[in-house]
């Protein structure tokens, strides 16, 4: 008996110090002091354990804490009133963490241990192993506890349920007994692994793609820690952008065409005369209201009081659609970087959508992006072939996306936004591997099917995270398949218990890639330099090498040293005969790679070495201009010579001057019965015998005297005459 009270007398000082990590001393002497008071008066052995914490009391060691608890305190005061609270206490987990599956537990209805024995059952051995035990018991409590409360439709509006999923990622943090908080007091924050790995179990706050730019967009005046003021503000936000998208999709505007496909209207703009938005269609110019749904934008131009009927610009049809910025001006001039340009197969000219602004081109770049969501959306559905609940699933994560980009607008102290990277299926559109991504994403639905626990009556299954066609059909839209779910076995997120999941799996090494290029397009942007003159002087010392083996193969060419010229024509003609060209080339191939593995090791790790160029002299405005001119000259005649020989070639193959195009016929022919006659390797031995020895000691003479005679021959075929025509313009007019 004695052996019992000391081990609970140990156990107790082993609780109370977590639990003065927290705050929270005086519901912890009261608990342990209520529980084992009894079996100290029994045995004498416990008196000097009772004395000293008599002593703690009597010098109120506990009291200075009631008047500044921490956000836990008023739980654990009532965990220590509650008579089964030592039941549902789980060892494993940290008392945050206790606290955390508390709520959950209430929120279910179902007791912590029946809780702890269904993740038993449920769980592999792997999810169950004693090192992630606690983390993984909590995301199971988590997963369960969201499924059920996001079926509420204003459950954002809930501050309760705000504050529980931002203690979810507190207590995933430190889940384990052994495990303190790092940020102790009120001003607990979260970090990227916490938000990454609980907000995406709620898919209106974020998903496994997005999630960890948006928490750098959320923390970044912050320090990379997540405060919940942010974190409140932003779900405040989406709250108000569900509420706009129900209001304006359940409004009357467009509802004549919109009302066939169901259509949701996401975002509208120009209804604000500050703020309008032009329509420029060759040289015509109309304000009015543009509108994107989650199929279509639809532009209706402004008259004197009233809007004209909607021109509908389709984004879900295979039109081979290109939305991309553009610039504008007047009189067709291209000064403004404020438009969007949409162009599609269904229409005979693009359409350019203006937003005018006074500074910058914020509004430009928040259109561009929720529509090319829109369209790669549509795109990613058509590639895969993805039907039926699947497609709501897939569209409405492209919906859910501009939701959270509308709510991120709002704050205003955080700086410059990249729309992009917030929007999953743009930002697939840009990682390395996205194309991976969205081949997880459309295998998703097949894996989860094998994988997946069936659900619980609660409408979730513990071991996943909701889907996100769930999330939204919770929250009104998309009716028709959220029927559906539980047939279909929908309730299924991108998050497992314990697992990383394929989709997790990819995300995380585009994302690597992605840091690789981006150190990569640093050094890029570094070594960038201004001036024709400058990287002109740059590319000679890059080329380097390569013109240096350019000089030495035309001194042999040349035959300026015969002997070396001699052996290299031998081994040439060796090679080629003994059939041994591939092995040449492979060999070369392999020089080069040993080249490269030697450098590596002798290098010692150093620093690359900087290529190191002689800057020419500083040019002034007037001598750049003339240089540019000169190098336009320059290449205009190079076009010029080139269109001379394209010329004579179509006057010598449509015979426009027969004499010389039978002597070019009767070549052709010779070189015809040359290629039938004879095996590939002899022709090839005989265009470099002939090539290489034409300017030796032998041959120099003759082969002169051949070129001059072709070069004759060439300067006396007349080119093909062109005629040129100016197209004539037919633009619309207003």
């Not at 934008?297 to 021109?311: G, H, I, Q, T």
């Not at 750049?624 to 020989?645: M, P, W």
Request: hydrophobic residues 45%; proline residues 4%; charged residues 25%.
């Amino acid at each position: 008996m004695g052996r019992d009270i000391s081990k609970s007398v140990v156990s107790f000082f082993f609780v109370l110090e977590k639990w003065e990590a927290i705050g929270v001393r005086v519901w912890a002497f009261a608990y342990v002091s209520d529980h084992i008071e009894v079996d100290i008066l029994e045995m004498a052995v416990a008196s000097k354990t009772r004395n000293m914490l008599e002593g703690l009391v009597r010098e109120g060691s506990f009291k200075w804490l009631i008047g500044n608890r921490t956000l836990f305190g008023e739980e654990f005061e009532e965990m220590g009133k509650s008579p089964s609270a030592p039941r549902n206490w789980i060892p494993e987990l940290s008392p945050i963490a206790n606290i955390v599956v508390r709520r959950c537990s209430k929120l279910l209805g179902t007791p912590t241990i029946e809780l702890q024995e269904s993740f038993d059952k449920e769980a592999s051995d792997s999810v169950k192993h004693p090192s992630v035990y606690a983390r993984n018991f909590l995301e199971y409590c988590c997963f369960r506890t969201l499924a059920l409360s996001l079926q509420v439709t204003s459950h954002l509006a809930d501050k309760k349920f705000r504050r529980l999923t931002y203690d979810m990622m507190v207590a995933w943090e430190t889940p384990g007994a052994s495990e303190s908080l790092v940020h102790e007091g009120e001003d607990v924050t979260v970090g990227v692994q916490a938000f990454s790995r609980i907000a995406p179990a709620v898919p209106i706050i974020a998903n496994v793609v997005i999630s960890e730019n948006l928490f750098e967009v959320l923390t970044g005046s912050t320090g990379g820690r997540l405060h919940f003021f942010v974190y409140d503000k932003y779900l405040t936000g989406l709250e108000r952008a569900i509420k706009k998208l129900k209001s304006q999709s359940e409004s009357s505007l467009l509802s004549g065409v919109r009302s066939s496909r169901g259509e949701k209207i996401l975002e509208v703009d120009g209804t604000v005369t500050t703020q309008p938005v032009l329509e420029h269609v060759g040289m015509s110019t109309w304000p009015g209201r543009l509108t994107l749904t989650d199929h279509a934008l639809y532009f209706e131009p402004l008259r004197m009081v009233s809007y004209d009927d909607a021109k509908k610009y389709d984004l879900s049809d295979d039109l081979k659609q290109i939305v991309k910025p553009e610039l504008t001006g007047p009189w067709g001039t291209r000064l403004f970087d404020k438009a969007i340009m949409y162009k599609s197969t269904s229409l005979l000219e693009p359409v350019v959508m203006e937003f005018p602004e006074l500074k910058g081109h914020a509004r430009r770049d928040y259109w561009l992006a929720v529509v090319r969501e829109i369209l790669y959306a549509h795109r990613f559905i058509k590639k895969f072939q993805i039907t039926a609940v699947e497609r709501d699933e897939a569209l409405s994560m492209a919906v859910l996306g501009v939701l959270r980009i509308q709510a991120i607008r709002e704050f205003s102290s955080l700086g410059p936004l990249h729309c992009e990277d917030l929007l999953m299926f743009n930002l697939c559109d840009q990682l390395p591997g996205g194309d991976l991504i969205l081949e997880a994403l459309a295998n998703r639905s097949s894996i989860r099917e094998l994988d997946r626990i069936n659900s619980c009556d609660d409408g979730g299954g513990g071991m996943y995270s909701i889907s996100s066609l769930a999330m939204i059909s919770n929250l009104g839209f998309f009716g028709s398949g959220s029927n559906n779910l539980n047939v279909a076995g929908l309730v299924v997120g991108e998050i497992a218990v314990g697992e990383i999941s394929s989709l997790e799996r990819v995300v995380k090494e585009s994302r690597n890639s992605y840091k690789k290029v981006v150190v990569a397009q640093a050094t890029v942007d570094e070594v960038k330099v201004d001036g024709i003159d400058t990287n002109m002087a740059v590319m000679k010392e890059l080329l380097f090498p390569l013109l240096e083996v350019g000089k030495w193969l035309l001194s042999l060419v040349y035959w300026d040293n015969p002997l070396h010229s001699s052996i290299f024509c031998l081994a040439i003609t060796y090679i080629i005969c003994r059939g041994l060209l591939g092995y040449s080339f492979a060999f070369g191939l392999v020089f080069l790679a040993v080249f490269m593995v030697l450098n590596k090791y002798f290098s010692g790790g150093k620093a690359f070495h900087e290529v190191k160029v002689i800057a020419p002299p500083a040019m002034n405005t007037m001598e750049q201009l003339l240089a540019v001119q000169n190098a336009i000259s320059q290449a205009e005649g190079y076009i010029q010579d080139t269109n001379i020989v394209l010329l004579k070639l179509r006057g010598l193959m449509m015979s426009i001057y027969p004499q010389a195009s039978e002597k070019f016929s009767v070549a052709l022919f010779l070189s015809a019965l040359v290629f039938i006659l004879l095996p590939s390797k002899y022709i090839l031995l005989m265009v470099f015998l002939e090539s290489f020895t034409r300017y030796s000691p032998l041959r120099k003479a003759s082969s002169e005297r051949w070129m001059r005679r072709l070069r004759e021959w060439w300067f006396s075929i007349p080119a093909a005459p062109v005629v040129l025509e100016r197209e004539k313009e037919d633009k619309k007019r207003k």
